[in-house]
């Protein structure tokens, strides 16, 4: 069992830039693909980034690859999301999620654990 707490959301001027934690509790955290996703008003929830459980290998989708960095610390079970030249059109809450594969996947239903999500908002 993996409970995964988000923090960092808040409201940023376009171009800004904000930094999302993810904090994992359980003592197998370094056993899990770590991943990012996002949920805009009045769309599907959608894959934003992935690390592997080593965080040799980073996965990005293309609407936010070059902007966002996707990181983890597996001594401190923690997982970020660096965001630079942030758009209103990344506005959304913003989900951590883990699974328990050694494969990266871009899909939802692949992830075992979800935390509650924090809120991120870009102003133009």
């Known amino acids: 069992q993996v409970q995964l707490v988000e923090s960092g959301g808040g409201l940023v001027q376009a171009g800004g830039s904000l930094r999302l934690s993810c904090a994992a509790s359980?003592?197998?955290?370094?056993?899990?693909?770590m991943g990012w996703f996002r949920r805009a008003p009045g769309k599907e929830r959608e894959f934003v980034a992935a690390i592997s459980v080593s965080g040799g290998r980073l996965y990005y989708s293309d609407s936010v690859k070059g902007r966002f960095t996707i990181s983890r610390d597996n001594n401190k079970n923690t997982v970020a999301l660096q965001m630079n030249s942030l758009k209103p059109e990344d506005t959304a809450v913003y989900y951590c999620?883990?699974?328990?594969?050694?494969?990266?996947?871009?899909?939802?239903?692949?992830?075992?654990?979800w935390g509650q999500g924090t809120q991120v908002t870009v102003s133009s």
């Open positions: 359980g003592r197998t955290f370094s056993s899990y693909v």
């Open positions: 999620a883990a699974r328990a594969r050694l494969l990266y996947s871009t899909q939802t239903t692949a992830y075992d654990y």
